[in-house]
T-cell receptor
């Protein structure tokens, strides 16, 4: 069964304290691994798609990486405005259903 | 680009009433998804449309839920009769059939059934 597991459930950082969020996936043939950001009261906002192991994508203080079983979202020198829930999701080749993880709630304190 | 549009943003209704949620996908996108999000269960896929045709509705909780997509720019999710356990945030998302597999979400409808 396709599955996506995120850890930790919650992460509290000081401003400027870099860290990583983990996403473990079990998917038969990965078509794409996605990262989304969700702010309270809003819909998930698309950040990145990764297609194959070794691929990396960056946007401002965020960098997403992919291996054959995991993806990491690295946050460098975070700011309070990076506080949000980060969702990881996976889509299997030949499938239509994107499997979402439960998310990591990130809190960045000034 | 206006993004995915949902209405209403908030809905409060009494148990037993009919509720209709509306969605306008991004122009040119040919796939549409309805999700429900709760703290306990996270994001759950309810139904998926491709080119206006329902492809999979296995996530629809029960017969009280129905969804339609009469054309490429409009979809509805109806709950009749509504129950308190239907209280959640309902999201609509759309996806392009030609450029990438990521989904773009609307702002959601927060439904409260009392």
């Amino acid at each position: 069964e396709d599955q996506v597991t995120q850890s930790p459930e919650a992460l509290r950082l000081q401003e400027g304290e870099s860290s990583s969020l983990n996403c473990s996936y079990t998917v038969s043939g990965l078509r794409g691994l996605f990262w989304y950001r969700q702010d309270p009261g809003k819909g998930p906002e698309f950040l990145f798609t990764l297609y194959s192991a070794g691929e990396e994508k960056e946007k401002e203080r965020l960098k997403a990486t992919l291996t054959k079983k995991e993806s990491f979202l690295h946050i460098t020198a975070p700011k309070p405005e990076d506080s949000a829930t980060y969702l990881c999701a996976a889509l299997r080749t030949g499938g239509f259903k994107t499997i979402f993880g439960a998310g990591t709630r990130l809190f960045v304190k000034a | 680009d206006a993004g995915v549009i949902q209405s209403p943003r908030h809905e409060v209704t009494e148990m037993g009433q009919e509720v209709t949620l509306r969605c306008k996908p991004i122009s040119g996108h040919n796939s549409l998804f309805w999700y429900r999000q709760t703290m306990m269960r996270g994001l759950e896929l309810l139904i998926y449309f491709n080119n206006n045709v329902p492809i999979d509705d296995s996530g629809m909780p029960e017969d009280r839920f129905s969804a339609k997509m009469p054309n490429a720019s409009f979809s509805t999710l109806k709950i009749q009769p509504s129950e308190p356990r239907d209280s959640a945030v309902y999201f609509c998302a759309s996806r392009s059939g030609t450029s990438g597999y990521e989904q773009y979400f609307g702002p959601g409808t927060r439904l409260t059934v009392t």
